[in-house]
């Protein structure tokens, strides 16, 4: 059986993306457990396959050598925006020097490699109103997006050919738990159970195309099986998933209780046009509108 190794595979896309390859792979996870972003606890539903407790730059630590790989999905990063200007040597570290050591790794096993990239790349896009193809050029603002960007771009370099970067936008779905700083659709929910104030930081005006889970692991699928060619693109529901995020409180049935600052170089608008995504074969199945409803019909039991 190839076996897979995934970084961040305790968190909630990795958790996602464990139970959809779990039966056709032999699967190695590593996690450090820094944070929670998944539920339910996954370490239960990782065997038989192997799970690590460790860090992305300490492989050499772990107990058992690795070995050879058909592939990496590399979704282990350091995700907050606000952390990354208070530490940017401890966000630089996490996704510059670990996606570096992840992308030799993956030369040295002659085999594909998937990374989990972000908008935030882009950087602040002032002004942008209309979606963007996968032709827009980097241009990362803030130690999140430049320590992403490089790793994106290490990913690029080093593995040309059997390199895939998802420009990632807001990826939801039922297990996620997110805070105000990342993963905020997951957030909202958690909010609403348990009846925390939200706060919009910004206006509330600001656009994001959202993504559920498993319209992404499907792209990470055709990437597995040879559908999709290396390189790189920009990943997100497309303009028919575009929502505010007062749109989105209201859809989910939030009540927005105050505003604060907007975040350093945060975008007002960034949705993907998917034209080299949907060329290939691949859509947005689920419509986050349907999605929300369905929550709302189930009496609000949002996780």
């Not at 595979?9 to 944070?35: C, M, P, Q, T």
């Not at 539903?45 to 990496?72: G, K, V």
């Not at 609403?192 to 990470?220: A, M």
Request: aromatic share 8%; proline share 5%.
């Amino acid at each position: 059986m190839k076996t897979i190794l995934i970084t961040g595979a305790a968190g909630f896309i990795g958790n996602v993306v464990w139970k959809r390859l779990e039966k056709k792979y032999r699967l190695i996870g590593i996690d450090n457990l820094s944070k929670k972003t998944s539920i339910p606890p996954v370490i239960d539903s990782l065997q038989p396959h192997l799970f690590f407790l460790e860090d992305i730059n300490n492989l050499d630590n772990l107990p058992l050598p690795l070995p050879p790989l058909e592939a990496i999905i590399h979704l282990a990063a350091q995700t907050s925006v606000v952390e990354s200007v208070v530490d940017p040597l401890g966000d630089l570290r996490s996704n510059a020097e670990g996606t570096l050591r992840l992308s030799m790794l993956a030369r040295e096993n002659n085999c594909k490699m998937i990374y989990a990239s972000t908008n935030k790349v882009f950087g602040d896009l002032e002004g942008a109103t209309q979606p963007f193809s996968d032709l827009m050029p980097l241009a990362p603002a803030t130690p999140y997006g430049v320590s992403k960007c490089a790793g994106a771009q290490y990913v690029l370099d080093m593995l040309p050919t059997s390199g895939y970067v998802f420009h990632q936008s807001c990826i939801y779905g039922e297990t996620q738990i997110g805070t105000v700083d990342q993963g905020w659709i997951g957030w909202l929910k958690t909010c609403k159970s348990k009846g925390t104030p939200i706060t919009c930081l910004g206006d509330g005006s600001q656009v994001r195309d959202l993504l559920h889970v498993e319209d992404l692991v499907d792209l990470y699928e055709m990437a597995l099986e040879g559908k999709l060619e290396a390189g790189s693109y920009i990943t997100g529901g497309g303009e028919h998933n575009a929502y505010s995020f007062k749109e989105v409180t209201d859809l989910l049935g939030c009540t927005i209780s105050g505003y604060g600052d907007w975040r350093p170089s945060d975008q007002r608008y960034f949705v993907s046009s998917n034209e080299k995504l949907n060329a290939l074969g691949w859509e947005p199945k689920v419509n986050f509108s349907e999605w929300s409803n369905r929550k709302q019909l189930c009496q609000d039991k949002l996780i």
